[in-house]
């Protein structure tokens, strides 16, 4: 206690001291999760800039006391800000929210850990700058560097792929730049991520070693022409059929972005709450009957057992072509909408032309809920899908931008990796099911297939928080279907911070190798212990 109270004030001397939170009410608010699990958070810290983390680090290691950073703590459903273990101080990065560097010519940005997907999408929009950002489908105020680190799937690729040239401060005290950009005159260091000698920057995503404060982040020229494809399938039993037919057109070029494959019940709480917001301006009755209408419009649209969502960049003429092959190796398996910006525009203005009519009403609803999945195909970020975390309880949002991490609703992850095989693909969703039936929790299932030869498979698993039966059975279903994944062969690709033990291993080289490489770069162990590693 006296190390860390000595550590309290020389934070305070280093920060400021309203940058260090320590108060009952600092501390509840950073503990409570929409995982539904608690970790004891001692203090916070807010620094501003790399040196100010630098000498926060510095503290740590002279009073051997744990950190545990965020970017900006929105990592809902696999621990939020959550620490692996307890006792470790928050390091808060949102306010190192800098873009240091835009380049529209080799399309890339510089950015800090504070800046989110909402902030450099305004950036490009207010600059005229003719490019994309990888968005994922999560709110629009996240990090762009913490979902990277994590290894998010985007909308058009994983993210770990489009981040380089990586500045930390390892947990000895070190500034390290990966790839050329310790190199000062290097005129390529975002350009070429690899640089000279072993590519360090591997080593920072999903571990524990250091605090990346800054990354270059790739960006996309806008396509000269897109479109957006959406796929309903209408019999469940041609699951395999489906995703081996988007294999395919993937594996022919038709089309280069992640391809997004939901379940009814997982399209049906992304959608339905938008539905229901438009059907509630003009359609008198209870919330329940406007709930059930919204629910039942999907039906009637055709989002039955799956549904795909696919963006399509290109030039018009490949758009055509694309358009043509899709249809082919799609006929009498899904039902098919191909929405352009022009489609989009001219159906908004007639439908509000007519909207007197109640038909039109409805059919302007369903335009209304599909812009947001459209938008973020086309790398527009978004915060509609927060709206999917009450809906499955019954309740609703007041706010788009509501933090989950505030209400009574729970949500919990898993996420397994699968291959490109519509046969496997079924196995793994029979075994999904079979658990949630077991805990009586409905699954909400994307699978993503990032290209033509992995699906990642995101199952959303929803809950009443103010019950702690509730609660114990939802982390129960997680885990038992998390272990039984990897019994199977489909192991997660990220996990949350109440999960670790659930991978790691300590007869296992790679874990020990892991946690040799922990004892070289962050000989103290301060940074974030137990995070994917042994130490």
């Known amino acids: 206690m006296d190390d860390f109270s000595a550590a309290l004030h020389e934070w305070r001397e280093i920060l400021g001291a309203e940058q260090v939170l320590d108060t009952p009410a600092d501390r509840a608010a950073y503990e409570a999760s929409v995982s539904g699990f608690r970790r004891f958070i001692p203090a916070i810290l807010r620094p501003m800039d790399t040196a100010g983390v630098q000498r926060i680090v510095a503290v740590a290691n002279a009073r051997r006391i744990p950190l545990y950073p965020v970017s900006r703590g929105c990592n809902w459903g696999l621990g939020s800000r959550l620490p692996a273990r307890d006792g470790a101080v928050i390091v808060d990065l949102a306010r190192m929210n800098r873009i240091r560097e835009v380049n529209e010519r080799f399309h890339y940005a510089v950015v800090e850990p504070g800046v989110t997907q909402r902030q450099l999408y305004d950036h490009l929009r207010e600059r005229g700058l003719p490019l994309q950002l990888n968005v994922t489908g999560s709110a629009a105020d996240t990090s ?31 500034l390290l730049r990966t790839g050329f950009g310790h190199l000062t005159a290097a005129k390529t260091p975002h350009l070429y991520r690899h640089g000279i000698g072993p590519a360090l920057d591997g080593l920072f995503f999903q571990s524990n070693y250091g605090i990346v404060t800054g990354a270059t982040v790739d960006l996309r020229p806008e396509p000269e022409a897109g479109m957006v494809l959406i796929a309903r399938l209408g019999e469940e039993e041609r699951l395999p059929a489906f995703v081996e037919a988007l294999v395919d057109l993937r594996r022919d070029g038709m089309f280069s972005t992640v391809a997004h494959i939901g379940n009814r019940h997982r399209t049906r709480i992304a959608m339905a709450p938008l539905v229901h917001r438009e059907l509630s301006g003009w359609m008198r009755g209870e919330d329940s009957e406007l709930r059930t209408r919204a629910e039942q419009l999907l039906e009637e649209q055709g989002f039955g057992p799956w549904s795909a969502v696919v963006g399509i960049p290109g030039l018009p003429g490949q758009l055509c072509e694309a358009r043509r092959r899709i249809r082919r190796r799609l006929r009498g398996l899904a039902r098919l909408l191909f929405l352009t910006d022009r489609l ?69 992850y898993c996420v397994p990796f699968l291959p490109a095989d519509g046969g496997l693909v079924r196995e793994a969703m029979n075994l999904a099911e079979g658990v949630f039936s077991k805990h009586a929790f409905t699954p909400f299932i994307t699978l993503n297939l990032v290209d033509d030869r992995a699906v990642e498979c995101v199952i959303n698993l929803a809950f009443d928080r103010t019950s702690t039966e509730r609660t114990a059975a939802a982390h129960a ?43 070289a770069l962050d000989p103290n162990g301060i940074i974030a212990p137990g995070r994917y590693n042994l130490r």
């Open 144 to 174: 762009l560097i913490g979902n990277a680190l994590e290894r998010g799937i985007g909308y058009f690729s994983s993210k770990a792929d489009s981040l380089a040239a990586l500045e930390i401060v390892l947990g000895n005290g070190t």
């Open 344 to 412: 989009v525009a001219w159906a908004d203005r007639l439908s509000y032309r007519l909207r007197w009519i109640p038909w039109v009403r409805q059919q302007r609803a369903l335009l209304k809920a599909a812009e947001p999945l459209y938008g973020l195909a086309r790398g527009i970020p978004t915060d509609a899908p927060m709206l999917s975390v009450a809906w499955p309880l019954g309740k609703r949002a007041a706010s788009e931008r509501d933090n989950p991490d505030a209400g009574d609703c729970g949500l919990l």
């Open 477 to 519: 279903c997680n885990d038992e279907l998390t272990a039984e994944f990897i019994r199977r062969g489909f192991p997660p690709y990220r996990v949350g911070s109440q999960s670790m033990d659930l991978i790691l291993d300590e007869a296992d080289p790679f874990w020990q190798t892991a946690r040799d490489l922990k004892c």
